[in-house]
Every structure is written in structure tokens, then in C-alpha cells.
């Protein structure tokens, strides 16, 4: 019989269509881009009769122990999606203007712009709290957004603009300065400057300007990232030139501030994301997965670090002397450039952001240099958290968020209302000052410098376990069929099918493979035994065994001779003896 080239053909193409099928499956993952996600304004109305989405209502996320429910939520989410889940609701009580100011326009387009609004740009938007008149103070805040993106009504900005406005009792300025490449440094201070020398002659009613005269209400600034290294270089640069703005800022607060432009700070490797994943599960049967480090930055160390320094080079206008500026890049600001009219600071800042020593050394140098500054950290969030207040779509408020926008209420309103900070911290060093030979000679100048008011935060809505060993690894536990088949179920159909694919095609051509083996490895034993005629040994060592002997289908005895698949049929002799 001749070889069955027909069916073998057929398995063969059978293997090639599987092949390219799971290539096919396999190429159609979605891009791994950061898209970013625009988001306007958002009245309460447009929220009516939205529901929550079920993710992190279910069980999804126990693995991600001693965290709270809500921050559960946001790490699960933000891991997969570094642009999602921002607030999406505006505070109820405030409303909205918009203004656009004499000469500041600008136009954002394919060439000098790369944010996803596009065309003429520059207009204010204004939060006013109930019941604002000429006389209530005002805030203005630099939006975020590594000065390339980002304006006041897109991002979640209009969301976090509105709860500031309540909180704070003022009425909150948001301008849409001009982005990089169009702006830069220098023309991005400047826009600041102007807008707040415009807010401090006018109020956000016609009129308020000949209502007050030479009279003026408190200001406040603020910002957060990018906008937060904005507002710094505004407070240092009202420092050295007072006459800019004529009359004193009543605060500054930062969310999370971009400071340091060369990018060196320690937390770029110490806060770098990583993922700790085990082959077991916890004593509650969840994976032994967990995420640490900077959850919105993802890259490793080099490439982070190298990203944010190319971003701080555009925004200088390629000025590399610019990086080590202390004004320009506050985090080089030494005591000295804290001292004189600079008003109290709040910083609040994540615990685990790649960028945590941008406020924390900028709050000591602050204090060192005689400002009254208030320093929170908060354990395990990311950056500029409070724009995620609403907790990720869980349907319970992020802890920490809400937390850190209600003390900036409470930084603003006691400094407004009463005249004071809510509290700050007094240091006394020794009678008469250190000795000049002395370390703390350097930093410590006798009745001016100070230290932050400094608080490391925990979420109180942490989940606690009942048991002991309840955190530990289930070191007993099976991982059976049934465990296979609910964690396939969880997978997006973009993993399965080609894991599918794949698996089958593996199956197959193993089994083909074996199959010839088997097929091939017969025919040349078969083919061996009866050429040579030769006799096979064993059973109990005696010398019995089973002579092949080729016989024609006539019955007349042959020779051995070579095998071949044909019309010859085969027979057994047993014989024994010598």
C-alpha cells in the first residue's frame, strides 16, 4: 500500500489554518496606549439614572488586602487603565461662569498644541459657592496635566473646580493657559500672574471692581502636578517681587506638586510600580496578588524617570539651566528663598507617588525658611488622589480624597474666617541659637526657622481580619478544574481564545508528531526482526521467544527477507530449544 500522502496533506493544512488563526487571535489585542480620556462637564442631571458599574461591587478585588474597599476599587481599576475613574459629578450648591479676558486667547492646533480641544482657547471658568458676593475671597487654581494637556471644563477639572468652591467658601478661578509647545516657562508664569492681578481688582460680578475700590478681599492659590510646580514658582516669584500683585496671599495649597525638573528624586526607584504576584491564594481563597509603588506611572525607573525629564525640558523651552532654577524649579529653592511675605502652605501628597519628595522637600526648606506650612501624606495613594474623590465607581467615597479636599477647606476657611491656621507646630532650639560650628548651624536660624506640621495618614475604612493567619497564604489549599475554569471565565476573550487556540494546536501537533513517531519506530522494529530472523529472550531468562518467519498466501515458506506493506500477510512460530 502506498503512503496515504492524501490524509497526511490534509492534517497538514489542518495545522496550518489553526496556526494562522491563533496568530490572527493573538494579533488582535488592544494597543497597550494610555488614550486620554476627556471629560466635560458634568451637571447633576446628566447623572440621572446612571448605575454603577458591577466590578467593584462584586468580589474582584479581595486580593488586594489591607486596603479599603474604595481604594481596592481605584488600585484594580487604575492598574488596567491609568486614565479612568476620575470624579465625574459636580457639587451640588455652586454655579458656573465662564469670562474671557481682554488679550488672553490663544489657539491650540495640530501643530503648536496636543490636547484633545482643539482651537480657539483661553476662556476663565469661575466656581462661585452659594451665596458669593463681591466680598468673599478667591482662589485661583493652576490645573494639572504636565502643561501639554488639560483645561479648566476637561479632565475632572470643572469636578474638582466645583468641590473646592464649596469647601473652601471661595470663589475659584480655573484659567486655560496656553499648553506646551504653544506656552512654555516663562509664558505660562506670566499667564498666572496676569490672571491673578486681574482677580485681585475684579470679582466674578460686574461691578465688584468700583464696589471695593483700594480695597481687597483675601486670595488663595492653588494647583495641582504640573500646575502645582506652577503655583510654587507664582508664590516664590511674588516673594522677590511683591509689587507684582500689591497686597499679600492669604494661602497657597498644593495637590501632589511637580517641583523637581531634573526628575532625581529618590521615590522615581523606591516608589516604582510593581505587581507581587504568588502561585497560591490567601486563607479567604483569593490569588496572591498585590500592586505597590506608583500605580499611575507604570514604566520602570530609567524609562519614568527619563520621561518626565524629556516633559520638564519642553515645558523650559529646551533651557537646561532652567532645571536647577529655584524658582522655575522650586524643589532647588533653598530656606532662603522662603523668606520673607510667603503665606502658610498646604501640601497633601500620596504615599506612593514617584514624585513624593517634590513636596516633601520643598515643605521642610519652606518651614526652615520661616512659612507656616502643613505637610499630609496618605498611605498608598497615588497621584493627585483627591481628583478621585468619588471612589472609582465603587459608590462610597475614596477616604483619603474626600479627606485631603475638606482639609483644604479647613486650611483656606480658618485662614479667611479666623485669621490663624487650623493649627500649626512650634519648635524651640536652644537658648541663644546652635554654635556656628554646628550642623544645625545650617538649616536652623533662632526664632525663624520652623518645622511642617507633618502628618502621615492611614484610611480608617481599611478592612480588618477577624481571625489570626487570615492574611496568610492558604498553604493547603487545591487549585482544581472548577478553579481553573472561573478564573477562565474572568479573562477577556482576547487571552482566552488565543490561549485556546494555542493549547488545542499544541495537543495536535504533539499528537501528530507522536503518532509518526510511533508509526515509524513499529514499521523499522517489525522490518528488523524479520529480515534477520532473530530470536527475542526473556520470560523468566529461559530460552523460549518468538521467531518472525514471512509466509506467501500461498502457504510455501520463505527466507526472512525485508517487510514491506503489500499483499504479504504475517505468521508466529513459537520454537524452543537450541
Known amino acids: 500500500m502506498q503512503p496515504k500522502s492524501g490524509r497526511r496533506g490534509g492534517s497538514s493544512m489542518l495545522l496550518l489554518v489553526l496556526l494562522a488563526t491563533s496568530c490572527l487571535l493573538g494579533s488582535a489585542k488592544p494597543s497597550r496606549g494610555r488614550p486620554r480620556t476627556v471629560r466635560s462637564v458634568l451637571l447633576a442631571s446628566d447623572l440621572a439614572g446612571r448605575t454603577e458599574p458591577e466590578e467593584c461591587k462584586l468580589s474582584g478585588h479581595k486580593d488586594l488586602h489591607l486596603l479599603s474597599p474604595a481604594t481596592a476599587c481605584c488600585y484594580g481599576k487604575i ?51 452659594e451665596g458669593a458676593t463681591c466680598s468673599t475671597p478667591r482662589t485661583l487654581y493652576t490645573h494639572g496635566g504636565s502643561w501639554m494637556y488639560g483645561s479648566p471644563d476637561t479632565d475632572s477639572y470643572a469636578q474638582l473646580g466645583s468641590r473646592l468652591a464649596k469647601v473652601t ?18 509664558s505660562i508664569l506670566q499667564w498666572a500672574i496676569d490672571a491673578l492681578q486681574w482677580l485681585s481688582l475684579n470679582g466674578p460680578f460686574e461691578g465688584c471692581d468700583e464696589e471695593h475700590g483700594a480695597k481687597r478681599v ?56 510593581s505587581k507581587i504576584q504568588g502561585s497560591g491564594k490567601f486563607q479567604d481563597d483569593s490569588k496572591l496578588t498585590m500592586y505597590t509603588g506608583d500605580i499611575l506611572f507604570q514604566e520602570v525607573t530609567p524609562e519614568n524617570a527619563d520621561a518626565f525629564n524629556g516633559n520638564a525640558v519642553d515645558y523650559l523651552g529646551g533651557d537646561f539651566e532652567l532645571q536647577t532654577d529655584p524658582i522655575a524649579s522650586p524643589f532647588f529653592a533653598q530656606p532662603a528663598d522662603f523668606a520673607g511675605s510667603l503665606p502658610p502652605l498646604y501640601f497633601a501628597v500620596g504615599a506612593s507617588e514617584s514624585i513624593l519628595g ?35 465607581g465603587l459608590g462610597e467615597p ?5 479627606y485631603a479636599i ?30 556656628e560650628s554646628s550642623i544645625l548651624a545650617k538649616f536652623w536660624q533662632p526664632s525663624v526657622s520652623k518645622v511642617p506640621f507633618f502628618r502621615y495618614l492611614y484610611d480608617p475604612n481599611v478592612r480588618h481580619f477577624s481571625k489570626v493567619g487570615e492574611l496568610l497564604p492558604n498553604r493547603d489549599a487545591t487549585y482544581s478544574y472548577k478553579d481553573i475554569m472561573k478564573d477562565l471565565a474572568k479573562q477577556s476573550p482576547w487571552i482566552v481564545l488565543p490561549s485556546l487556540t494555542g493549547a488545542a494546536v499544541t495537543i495536535f501537533v504533539m499528537g501528530f508528531c507522536l503518532g509518526g513517531l510511533t508509526e515509524f519506530g513499529g514499521e523499522r522494529a517489525v522490518r528488523r526482526f524479520a529480515h534477520g530472523g532473530g530470536w527475542c529472550t526473556g520470560f523468566a531468562g529461559g530460552r523460549v521467544g518468538w521467531k518472525f518467519s514471512a509466509r506467501s498466501t500461498s502457504g510455501t515458506a520463505r527466507a526472512p527477507r525485508p517487510i514491506y506493506w503489500g499483499s504479504r500477510s504475517w505468521s508466529l512460530r513459537r520454537s524452543s530449544g537450541a
Open 218 to 273: 483675601p486670595l488663595f492659590v492653588g494647583g495641582d502636578s504640573s500646575g502645582g510646580g506652577t503655583t510654587m514658582s507664582l508664590v516664590l516669584t511674588l516673594a522677590k517681587r511683591p509689587q507684582l500683585l500689591g497686597q499679600k496671599l492669604a494661602g497657597a495649597f498644593f495637590f501632589s506638586p511637580w517641583t523637581n525638573l531634573m526628575c532625581n528624586t529618590p521615590e522615581y526607584y523606591s516608589n516604582a510600580f
Open 169 to 186: 467658601g471661595t470663589v475659584v478661578m480655573l484659567t486655560d493657559y496656553p499648553l506646551v509647545p504653544a506656552g512654555n516657562y516663562s
Open 398 to 402: 475614596l477616604w483619603a480624597g474626600a
Open 358 to 392: 517634590d513636596s516633601v522637600r520643598v515643605a521642610q526648606h519652606a518651614a526652615q525658611g520661616g512659612c507656616d506650612v502643613i505637610l499630609e501624606v496618605y498611605h498608598g495613594m497615588w497621584h493627585v488622589f483627591p481628583m478621585y474623590s468619588e471612589g472609582c
Open 406 to 435: 475638606n482639609q483644604t477647606g479647613l486650611f483656606v476657611r480658618h485662614i479667611h474666617e479666623q485669621g490663624r491656621l487650623p493649627y500649626k507646630l512650634k519648635v524651640e532650639g536652644p537658648n541663644g541659637g546652635p554654635p
Open 79 to 129: 492598574v488596567k487603565n491609568t486614565s479612568c475613574c476620575m470624579d465625574q459629578q459636580i457639587a451640588p450648591g455652586v454655579t458656573r461662569k465662564t469670562l474671557q479676558r481682554k488679550g488672553m486667547h490663544w489657539n491650540c492646533t495640530e501643530e503648536n498644541c496636543w490636547d484633545t480641544v482643539q482651537g480657539p482657547r483661553g476662556r476663565d471658568s469661575f466656581w462661585l459657592p
